[in-house]
C-alpha cells in the first residue's frame, strides 16, 4: 500500500526531530525497504547535534566502514557550545527562580524588564540567552530541557518573532516527550496567536516553513498548514483529541487551509469523524452533522486527492453504492493500520465503519438480510448475526428493528412521520432563500442608482465647503 502511504508528502511541513518517529514506523514496517529508511534517517540525523545517534545509524548502514573524523570533531563543539550557552542561560534562571522576583513579576513583560534591569541588572540580550540555550537542548535532542528554557524565555520576551518561535519549539517538545495534555495546552495557545497576531511577524516553525514568503496572508496560510501537521500528534494521542480534531479543522478558517494547501488531511478528518460516529448524547448529534460536511468537502477535492477513507465515505453517502463502499472499506483498513497516527485505531475504525453502512443500509431498507448485510460488513454469517444483533440492542435502531431469526432477517418498522413535519422539512430554509433572492434583486438598482450620486459628489462637496454656516445650523 505504498501508494497509499503519506509520510514523503507530509514531511515537508515538519521539523527534523518530529520526523525521526514518522520513519522509525517506517522502519518496522514492510512499505519501503529498510535501507531507504535508514538512508533517510541518517540525512536527518546528520543535520542536528545528536552525535552518537547520527553515528550508530551510520554504522548500520556502512558496517564496512570506518566512522568519519568529523563526527568526533562536532562532538566536542557540540559539548563545549552547551557548555557555554549553560553558563549564560543560568544567570538568567538563577534569578528567575528566585521566589521573591517570582512574585515580584507581573503580567506586563515590559515592566518585568524594567523591574529586573533595576534590581538584578538582567537585560534583554541575557533573556535571549534562554531561547538560545533552550534551542541547542531541542537540537542535542534534551526535548524536557528545552520545553523548560523555552517556556522561561516566552513569559519573559517581549520579540515577537522570538517567541512565535518558542511556541513551536515548546509544542515540538512536549510532543515528543508525549506530555499530552500540555501538548494540546501548548496547541491552542499557537494556534490563538497565528489566529490573532498580524501575520507579518510569524516566522513559522522552530525551523522556517518550505516555500516561507514576505506576503503577510501566504505567511499566515503556511504557518496554519504547519499548525495542521503537527496537531495531528497531540489529537491522535490526546483521549479527547478526534472530538477536538473536528472541533479546530470544520471551522471554516482551517478548512479552508485543507482545501488550499493540503487535501490530504482530508484522510484524517474523516478518520476522526467515523471515529466519532458511535458516541452518544450530543457529541453525536455534531458528528452526524460534521460527517455530512467532510463528504461535501470530499466531493469538491476528490480532483485533487482521494484515498480508500475518502472513497469509503463518498460511496456511502453520495453514490449509495455499498458493494464499492463494501471494496473500499477493505482498503481503507490495510491502510489506516499503516498509518502512523491511525494504527492504532484499525479495530475501533473498522468497527465504526460498520455501523455507518449498518445505518445507512437500514434506512433506505425494510426489510433486510442478515446474510447479505453480514457480507457488506465483510463478516461471515455467524460473526455478521453477532455483530447486527449487538448493534440493534446498543443503538436506537432498537425500538424500530425487530429480528426474525427463523427467515434470518431484520424488519425494520418506522412510523409515518406527520405531514406537519414534512411540510416544515421541505419549505425549512425558504424564507432564507426568498431573502437571498430579494437581496439579489435589490442590489443592482443600488449600484445604479450609487453611480450617479458618485458623478454629482464633487459638486455636492464644493457646496457644503462653501455654506459652513448652513451646515452648523443644521445640526
Same mark, same amino acid.
Given at each position: 500500500m505504498a501508494e497509499y502511504d503519506l509520510t514523503q508528502t507530509i514531511i515537508p511541513y515538519y521539523d527534523r526531530h518530529l520526523v525521526f518517529p !514518522?520513519?522509525?514506523? #517506517?522502519?518496522?514496517?514492510?512499505?519501503?525497504?529498510?535501507?531507504?529508511?535508514?538512508?533517510?534517517?541518517?540525512? #536527518?540525523?546528520?543535520?542536528?547535534?545528536?552525535?552518537?545517534?547520527?553515528? =550508530? #545509524?551510520?554504522?548500520?548502514?556502512?558496517a564496512d566502514q570506518e566512522v568519519p573524523s568529523e563526527f568526533a570533531a562536532k562532538r566536542e563543539g557540540a559539548v563545549s557550545t552547551n557548555e557555554r550557552l549553560q553558563q549564560e542561560a543560568q544567570a538568567v534562571l538563577d534569578v528567575i527562580e528566585n521566589p521573591e522576583v517570582a512574585q515580584a513579576l507581573r503580567q506586563d513583560k515590559m515592566q518585568n524588564l524594567q523591574y529586573l534591569k533595576e534590581h538584578y541588572n538582567v537585560t534583554l540580550e541575557q533573556i535571549n540567552a534562554l531561547y538560545n540555550f533552550g534551542k541547542f537542548q531541542y537540537t542535542y535532542g534534551n526535548y524536557s530541557g528545552a520545553a523548560d528554557y523555552l517556556y522561561h524565555f516566552r513569559v519573559l520576551s517581549t520579540d515577537a518573532d522570538l517567541t512565535m518561535s518558542s511556541h513551536w519549539g515548546k509544542l515540538a517538545s512536549d510532543i515528543l516527550t508525549g506530555k499530552w495534555d500540555v501538548a494540546l495546552e501548548e496547541l491552542n495557545t499557537l494556534r490563538e496567536a497565528i489566529d490573532s497576531?498580524?501575520?507579518?511577524? #510569524?516566522?513559522?516553525?522552530?525551523?522556517?516553513?518550505?516555500?516561507?514568503?514576505?506576503?503577510?496572508?501566504?505567511?499566515?496560510l503556511h504557518s496554519r498548514t504547519w499548525l495542521l501537521h503537527w496537531s495531528l500528534f497531540v489529537y491522535f494521542n490526546h483521549p479527547e483529541g478526534r472530538t477536538l480534531l473536528l472541533e479546530t479543522f470544520l471551522t471554516p478558517t482551517y478548512l479552508n487551509t485543507i482545501q488550499t494547501s493540503c487535501p490530504w488531511i482530508l484522510r484524517y478528518l474523516a478518520t476522526a469523524a467515523i471515529l466519532s460516529r458511535k458516541s452518544t448524547g450530543t457529541t453525536s448529534s455534531r458528528v452526524r452533522h460534521s460527517i455530512r460536511e467532510i463528504v461535501r468537502v470530499i466531493q469538491m477535492e476528490e480532483y485533487q486527492y482521494q484515498d480508500p477513507v475518502t472513497n469509503f465515505l463518498k460511496e456511502l453517502y453520495v453514490e449509495f453504492d455499498f458493494e464499492a463502499a463494501q471494496k473500499d472499506l477493505s482498503k481503507a483498513e490495510t491502510v489506516v493500520a499503516n498509518d502512523f497516527? !491511525?494504527?492504532?485505531?484499525?479495530?475501533?475504525?473498522?468497527?465504526?465503519?460498520?455501523?455507518?453502512?449498518?445505518?445507512?443500509?437500514?434506512?433506505?431498507?425494510?426489510?433486510?438480510?442478515?446474510?447479505?448485510? =453480514?457480507?457488506?460488513?465483510n463478516l461471515d454469517r455467524d460473526e455478521g448475526e453477532?455483530?447486527?444483533?449487538?448493534?440493534?440492542?446498543?443503538?436506537?435502531?432498537?425500538?424500530?428493528?425487530?429480528?426474525?431469526l427463523e427467515k434470518n432477517v431484520i424488519e425494520i418498522n418506522r412510523p409515518p412521520q406527520p405531514i406537519y413535519q414534512t411540510v416544515i422539512e421541505k419549505t425549512r430554509g425558504l424564507a432564507f432563500r426568498t431573502q437571498a433572492l430579494g437581496a439579489a434583486m435589490v442590489r443592482p438598482q443600488q449600484q445604479q442608482q450609487q453611480q450617479?450620486?458618485?458623478?454629482?459628489?464633487?459638486?455636492?462637496?464644493?457646496?457644503?465647503?462653501?455654506?459652513?454656516?448652513?451646515v452648523e445650523g443644521a445640526r
Amino acid at each position: 500500500m505504498a501508494e497509499y502511504d503519506l509520510t514523503q508528502t507530509i514531511i515537508p511541513y515538519y521539523d527534523r526531530h518530529l520526523v525521526f518517529p !514518522l520513519l522509525a514506523h #517506517l522502519s518496522e514496517s514492510d512499505t519501503f525497504p529498510v535501507e531507504q529508511v535508514q538512508a533517510a534517517q541518517y540525512e #536527518l540525523a546528520k543535520g542536528t547535534n545528536m552525535v552518537d545517534y547520527a553515528v =550508530s #545509524l551510520f554504522q548500520q548502514l556502512y558496517a564496512d566502514q570506518e566512522v568519519p573524523s568529523e563526527f568526533a570533531a562536532k562532538r566536542e563543539g557540540a559539548v563545549s557550545t552547551n557548555e557555554r550557552l549553560q553558563q549564560e542561560a543560568q544567570a538568567v534562571l538563577d534569578v528567575i527562580e528566585n521566589p521573591e522576583v517570582a512574585q515580584a513579576l507581573r503580567q506586563d513583560k515590559m515592566q518585568n524588564l524594567q523591574y529586573l534591569k533595576e534590581h538584578y541588572n538582567v537585560t534583554l540580550e541575557q533573556i535571549n540567552a534562554l531561547y538560545n540555550f533552550g534551542k541547542f537542548q531541542y537540537t542535542y535532542g534534551n526535548y524536557s530541557g528545552a520545553a523548560d528554557y523555552l517556556y522561561h524565555f516566552r513569559v519573559l520576551s517581549t520579540d515577537a518573532d522570538l517567541t512565535m518561535s518558542s511556541h513551536w519549539g515548546k509544542l515540538a517538545s512536549d510532543i515528543l516527550t508525549g506530555k499530552w495534555d500540555v501538548a494540546l495546552e501548548e496547541l491552542n495557545t499557537l494556534r490563538e496567536a497565528i489566529d490573532s497576531r498580524a501575520p507579518s511577524a #510569524l516566522p513559522g516553525a522552530f525551523s522556517s516553513p518550505s516555500g516561507s514568503t514576505s506576503d503577510p496572508a501566504l505567511m499566515q496560510l503556511h504557518s496554519r498548514t504547519w499548525l495542521l501537521h503537527w496537531s495531528l500528534f497531540v489529537y491522535f494521542n490526546h483521549p479527547e483529541g478526534r472530538t477536538l480534531l473536528l472541533e479546530t479543522f470544520l471551522t471554516p478558517t482551517y478548512l479552508n487551509t485543507i482545501q488550499t494547501s493540503c487535501p490530504w488531511i482530508l484522510r484524517y478528518l474523516a478518520t476522526a469523524a467515523i471515529l466519532s460516529r458511535k458516541s452518544t448524547g450530543t457529541t453525536s448529534s455534531r458528528v452526524r452533522h460534521s460527517i455530512r460536511e467532510i463528504v461535501r468537502v470530499i466531493q469538491m477535492e476528490e480532483y485533487q486527492y482521494q484515498d480508500p477513507v475518502t472513497n469509503f465515505l463518498k460511496e456511502l453517502y453520495v453514490e449509495f453504492d455499498f458493494e464499492a463502499a463494501q471494496k473500499d472499506l477493505s482498503k481503507a483498513e490495510t491502510v489506516v493500520a499503516n498509518d502512523f497516527f !491511525l494504527g492504532e485505531f484499525r479495530d475501533e475504525f473498522l468497527d465504526n465503519a460498520r455501523y455507518l453502512i449498518s445505518e445507512a443500509y437500514c434506512r433506505i431498507h425494510q426489510r433486510i438480510d442478515i446474510g447479505d448485510l =453480514s457480507d457488506r460488513l465483510n463478516l461471515d454469517r455467524d460473526e455478521g448475526e453477532k455483530w447486527i444483533v449487538n448493534l440493534i440492542r446498543e443503538t436506537r435502531m432498537g425500538a424500530d428493528a425487530k429480528i426474525d431469526l427463523e427467515k434470518n432477517v431484520i424488519e425494520i418498522n418506522r412510523p409515518p412521520q406527520p405531514i406537519y413535519q414534512t411540510v416544515i422539512e421541505k419549505t425549512r430554509g425558504l424564507a432564507f432563500r426568498t431573502q437571498a433572492l430579494g437581496a439579489a434583486m435589490v442590489r443592482p438598482q443600488q449600484q445604479q442608482q450609487q453611480q450617479p450620486q458618485q458623478q454629482q459628489q464633487p459638486q455636492a462637496a464644493i457646496t457644503t465647503e462653501a455654506q459652513p454656516a448652513v451646515v452648523e445650523g443644521a445640526r
